[in-house]
């Protein structure tokens, strides 16, 4: 399959898919908890890096190729290939991230990826310019559509996975194979064919081109990029910080302060003081009201709330410091400035760093950060022993 590649390249172009794979999932992951700016700039980070990983990929195993020595690149189908590529990646991980689906849905996302990468593939290879025809292996391209829809379900499934170790590193290696599997089988069932001298040179002519040499340049400067990103996304959070407010006693359970932007207007629905049995949630355009015991999590979301009911979310008028002065503390604990989870509903604990993550359980399980000050009094309040681990 890479006779004649020059396999310092294919080894590069794996490195640099895994790389890619591994900062824009870790971006996506990053997404939970965060403001509504936050998130969104989160996704076209990680929408930015994976499909930057994926197209610089791509071309490094085309420069790696046995490509005739005065093929040229014509940058219309260039540019496009890329734009398929970060159009149909930032849909993925939007549904992926946004929704957490169930096996289906994550089906459906991977197809969905699995198509865009081929897509972007072949409209790139079409853009290969010279004295030669392009000609595929049907059985080939089907197999090369195939692994890039399998893998690509497989990267998705353990990333969307709290139980699997390493998840992270797992799910950017098999996002790594899903990309370049897909790109040397792809190459394995193209042919170059010789073409008569006047073949297509009047559409050449006319036609934007970039060189091999300028190619290779352009995707240099990307590799420097993702590397570079990959590398940013590995220093500690706490380099990130310097405004944040200062850490709290972890083994006090302090009350997290609510940012002043929270609590600044009075929400039109405020929750009376004291255990309620049922939280108002708008949708259709009408007031619907959802059992305090169907409730998993409640998000904060600038004035507002959202309530997971373990299906889905649905906004609330109340802001985040109402609903837990009206909610039960026996049951619900603020595990975040930003996020209340009830305890019986909670399945799994799992450490990130000096913080942690609780998943709820329910149709569509969901999860909620815990933030670093939380994590001694959510451990105790699970029945978590000092050496248990997290």
């Not at 149909?88 to 865009?116: D, E, H, K, N, W």
């Not at 009047?202 to 934007?208: E, I, K, V």
């Not at 942690?356 to 909620?368: F, I, K, S, T």
Request: aromatic share 6%; proline share 5%; glycine share 10%.
């Amino acid at each position: 399959m890479l006779s004649g590649h020059n396999l310092y390249l294919v080894a590069l172009s794996l490195a640099i898919a895994v790389l890619g794979g591994y900062t824009g999932l870790g971006l996506a992951g990053r997404i939970l908890g965060k403001t509504d700016l936050q998130r969104r700039a989160l996704l076209v980070g990680a929408t930015v890096v994976l499909s930057t990983g994926i197209w610089t990929m791509h071309f490094i195993g085309m420069l790696a190729a046995p490509l005739p020595a005065d093929t040229a690149y014509l940058v219309l189908p260039t540019i496009v290939s890329f734009l398929i590529c970060a159009l149909v990646v930032g849909m993925s991980i939007f549904f992926v991230v946004g929704s957490r689906p169930g096996t289906l849905g994550t089906a459906l996302a991977a197809l969905l990826l699995g198509v865009g990468i081929c897509s972007m593939h072949y409209v790139g290879i079409h853009g290969l310019a010279g004295p030669f025809t392009i000609e595929h292996d049907p059985w080939k391209v089907l197999l090369s559509v195939v692994i890039a829809i399998a893998t690509a379900y497989g990267a998705l499934r353990i990333f969307l996975d709290p139980q699997v170790g390493l998840r992270l590193a797992i799910s950017a290696v098999a996002f790594g194979l899903a990309v370049s599997g897909m790109h040397y089988t792809a190459m394995w069932g193209m042919h170059v064919v010789p073409a008569s001298a006047g073949h297509d040179m009047a559409m050449m002519a006319a036609s934007l081109q970039m060189s091999s040499q300028l190619v290779s340049l352009v995707v240099a400067c990307l590799c420097f990029l993702v590397t570079a990103g990959f590398l940013l996304f590995l220093l500690p959070d706490q380099w990130g910080r310097a405004d944040s407010p200062p850490a709290l006693n972890s083994t006090e359970g302090a009350e997290i302060a609510v940012p002043r932007a929270m609590e600044r207007e009075a929400s039109p629905m405020q929750p009376q003081p004291g255990r309620i049995e049922r939280i108002p949630v708008e949708s259709g355009g009408a007031t619907q009201f959802i059992p305090v015991g169907d409730v998993r999590s409640i998000r904060a979301d600038a004035h507002y709330t959202w309530v997971h009911d373990g299906h889905r979310e649905r906004m609330c008028g109340w802001s985040i410091s109402g609903a837990e002065a009206a909610l039960d503390p026996t049951i619900f604990i603020r595990v975040h400035r930003s996020h209340i989870v009830a305890l019986p509903h909670v399945t799994l604990v799992r450490k990130e760093g000096d913080a942690a993550v609780v998943e709820l359980d329910g149709a569509n399980p969901h999860q909620a950060p815990v933030s670093r000050a939380r994590v001694a009094e959510v451990k105790a309040r699970l029945g978590l022993t000092r050496s248990s681990a997290v």
